[in-house]
T-cell receptor, first 117, second 112 residues
């Protein structure tokens, strides 16, 4: 089945130790998103890629970076995790036809639960 | 600027009752109005969505009602079941280069 896969599902890191989360998709969608979701809150958009065009949200800390080497894969790098970065990180994809295109369903992965010690 | 206002934040409904969640928006460019369902420890998943060319869409026990002039849409869950207990997010979208805007979420608890 076509899907969005996130690895690892659970990640424990130490304060300040860099960590990379990965996302892959078999849907061949051109848009990919990274969200941060803290307990009992809505997903908060960190970045999104429209094809190769990278869009950084204005309030996304510089500590967070992202890479999309090809259509199928996307990575979230946290350079120096702090205690406040402990959260669920969600990857999502959607199909978009381009500027003036219509909104459409987002397909979410299962998430990576990040714990910072 | 808060573009999406979702209410209520929490809802307790008896089994068999009707659950109603509302979403108000400001951006008239939105053209896709979905409700996502999220269970604890899982990613959100699309439950039901509507385009602005219709005022209502029903899928089984789930119905979206859409009021374009009032810039509101709502989710109705008929015959609510304990398995419907989850958090629901509205997330209107306009496509293109615009990001999706999530509502604050509604935690629904259906009690037996």
């Amino acid at each position: 089945d076509a899907m969005v896969i996130q690895n690892p599902r659970y990640q424990v890191t130490q304060f300040g130790k860099p960590v990379t989360l990965s996302c892959s998709q078999t849907l061949n969608h051109n848009v990919m998103y990274w969200y941060q979701q803290k307990s009992s809150q809505a997903p908060k958009l960190l970045f999104h890629y429209y094809d190769k065009d990278f869009n950084n949200e204005a309030d996304t800390p510089d500590n967070f970076q992202s890479r999309r080497p090809n259509t199928s894969f996307c990575f979230l790098d946290i350079r120096s995790p702090g205690l406040g970065d402990a959260a669920m990180y969600l990857c999502a994809t959607s199909r978009d036809s381009g500027l003036g295109g219509r909104g459409d369903e987002q397909f979410f992965g299962p998430g990576t639960r990040l714990t910072v010690l | 600027q808060q573009q999406v206002k979702q209410s209520p934040q929490s809802l307790i409904v008896q089994k068999g009752g009707i659950s109603i969640i509302n979403c108000a928006y400001e951006n008239t460019a939105f053209d896709y109005f979905p409700w996502y369902q999220q269970f604890p420890g899982k990613g959100p998943a699309l439950l039901i969505a509507i385009r602005p060319d219709v005022s209502e869409k029903k899928e089984g026990r789930f119905t979206i009602s859409f009021n374009k002039s009032a810039k509101q849409f709502s989710l109705h869950i008929m015959d609510s079941q304990p398995g419907d207990s989850a958090t629901y997010f509205c997330a209107p979208d306009s496509g293109g280069y615009q990001k999706v805007t999530f509502g604050i979420g509604t935690k629904l608890q259906v009690i037996p």
